[in-house]
């Protein structure tokens, strides 16, 4: 999966505070922990991302001082064009140019015999698409290594930054990649740039890199983006000065359910009431909250599910400012006055109001503008419990991808095994357990990413319980385990298995019925 694509994520974030001060959130199990000199370091933060939709505009608006975008093969609706860069320049936001094909996934299968030429060709026409999209010919340009590159092929890799060095020079050559891959290039003086990502890198950073990707599966205006850090004032941009950037990164949408109560109910409500429901705001999701959310979600064409996540929030919001009246202004009141603001809420933004918002605003490093746009929405819903009780959300189905390790892979090879596939469960993520991938969900009319994300959980797990047998039970116990209940992986499920399966359903509110059927799994796998 390229750099850009926004499937390749994890997405259970937790608020952590940088030595410099700035709150950015990290994916959890990345082991990003910024040091006090690297932090006061960096210039600002900016995001790479691959759905073109998203504005220039957006993006400083939201705070961020640059953005990453694609070079490769065209046609291609990834591909930054003169337009775009044009609109990114005028909002002041710097421009990192990356090429990216396969970024040299097809080397995993086999490695070119010509490497050198391969660097040639893919310079040559990053180098032209650059320049024809106003980029000085002074600029860097980083090729994509988007994979967990093995020290057999460091030889090839070589010759092919040579190739790339020949056409564009050694001084404008960088690359993007794990940290072996950025270690190998720059000791052997193949790059000036290196733009390194968490990924394959076991918490270690090579501090000769200018741009670290930090994080995966972040939001900005409702478009899917991974956010990256500048370690240099210089870091490859051009267009604007890409100076900009504050760090912060907002707490997930919460998701609201029906059986829950609290101010984000009662929010959710008012915004529900904007768009013409006629439903009450009591702070209750029961039934006439579900059937309007239902009716919302349908007719804005998401996922009706009644359920007021991430999308629904997104497209429930709208920005209210002094002047504005309304529910929609309740609904921020109601959101301002859960840290202590004690507006009334009577729908009329006023002074009173936008002194809430300013202040609400600078306590969390955002914009202070007075306004309630959508940066101050999800901050003020995300963050701390605006709602409790109803029925028990599990947690996102993670992404398993190539070079990971630990229980999960180990539990996903055995789902693949069940499902058909001859790999060795050894919870190593390699190059069999990425083609098993990718057969399961062609098989399985999914997404041929190679990737085990949500949809690709949800269709590998199947129910097992007491009288189960073979592999999909080992999958479960290995799940079981990483909570400690210390069962032998063996296949079978037994007393010990449905004991174990109890103790956790009954430990995370789940129905105890000693099954592992899909909430189960879900909250097995995602926790």
């Known amino acids: 999966m390229n750099l850009f694509d926004p499937d390749r994520r994890l997405s259970r974030r937790k608020l952590l505070t940088l030595a410099a001060g700035a709150t950015v959130a990290t994916a959890t199990g990345i082991g990003f922990a910024q040091s006090a000199s690297a932090a006061t370091a960096t210039t600002g933060y900016g995001i790479d991302y691959s759905d073109a939709s998203l504005t220039a505009a957006s993006v400083a608006a939201a705070g961020y001082g640059f953005v990453c975008r694609y070079l490769s093969w065209l046609p291609n609706s990834k591909v930054l064009t003169l337009s775009e860069a044009q609109a990114l320049t005028a909002a002041d936001l710097g421009i990192v140019s990356n090429w990216e094909s396969d970024g040299l996934q097809s080397w995993q299968s086999s490695v070119p015999s010509d490497p050198y030429s391969q660097g040639v060709g893919h310079a040559t026409e990053a180098q032209r698409q650059a320049l024809a999209n106003g980029m000085p010919s002074s600029r860097p340009i980083y090729f994509s290594v988007d994979f967990d590159l093995q020290s057999s092929m460091y030889s090839a890799l070589n010759s092919y930054f040579d190739g790339i060095a020949s056409v564009i020079g050694r001084s404008r050559t960088g690359a993007y990649g794990g940290y072996h891959v950025i270690k190998e290039l720059f000791d052997n003086g193949k790059i000036a740039w290196g733009w390194q990502t968490y990924a394959w890198s076991s918490g270690n950073w090579d501090s000769r890199a200018q741009l670290r990707q930090v994080q995966n599966d972040i939001t900005v205006a409702g478009h899917d983006a991974d956010l990256d850090q500048a370690m240099a004032s210089d870091y490859g941009q051009w267009g604007g000065s890409g100076t900009g950037g504050t760090g912060v990164i907002l707490p997930s949408w919460p998701n609201i359910t029906d059986g829950m109560s609290g101010p984000s109910v009662q929010a959710a409500q008012y915004l529900l009431r904007y768009h013409g429901a006629s439903i009450t705001a009591d702070g209750q999701f029961g039934a006439g909250t579900l059937a309007a959310t239902k009716s919302f979600q349908s007719a804005n064409n998401l996922s ?66 007075g306004q309630v746009g959508p940066q101050t929405w999800q901050m003020l819903v995300g963050t701390g419990s605006g709602a409790s009780g109803g029925s028990t959300v599990a947690p996102p189905w993670p992404n398993v991808i190539d070079g990971d390790s630990g229980n999960n892979v180990l539990a996903a090879q055995y789902l693949l095994r069940y499902h058909g596939a001859s790999i060795t469960a050894d919870g190593q993520f390699g190059p069999a357990t990425l083609a098993a991938t990718k057969s399961f969900q062609s098989a399985n009319g999914l997404s041929v990413d190679g990737e085990i994300g949500p949809q690709t959980w949800s269709a590998l797990i199947v129910q097992v319980q007491n009288g189960s047998t073979g592999d999909a039970v080992r999958a479960a116990q290995v799940e079981l385990n990483k909570f400690g209940y210390g069962l032998t992986v063996d296949g079978s499920f037994g007393s010990g298995t449905e004991s174990a399966a109890r103790a956790f359903q009954s430990a995370h509110s789940l129905g105890v019925d000693g099954q592992i059927g899909p909430q189960t799994w879900q909250m097995l796998v995602g926790s």
């Open 304 to 369: 009706v599910d009644g359920q007021i996540g991430p999308q629904t929030w997104s497209a429930l919001i709208v920005q209210v400012q002094n002047g504005s009246t309304g529910d929609a202004v309740r609904a921020a009141q109601v959101e301002l006055n859960r840290f202590g603001y004690n507006l009334t809420v009577d729908g009329s933004f006023g002074s009173g109001t936008e002194t809430a918002a300013r202040a609400f605003q600078s306590a969390h490093s955002l914009g202070v503008d």
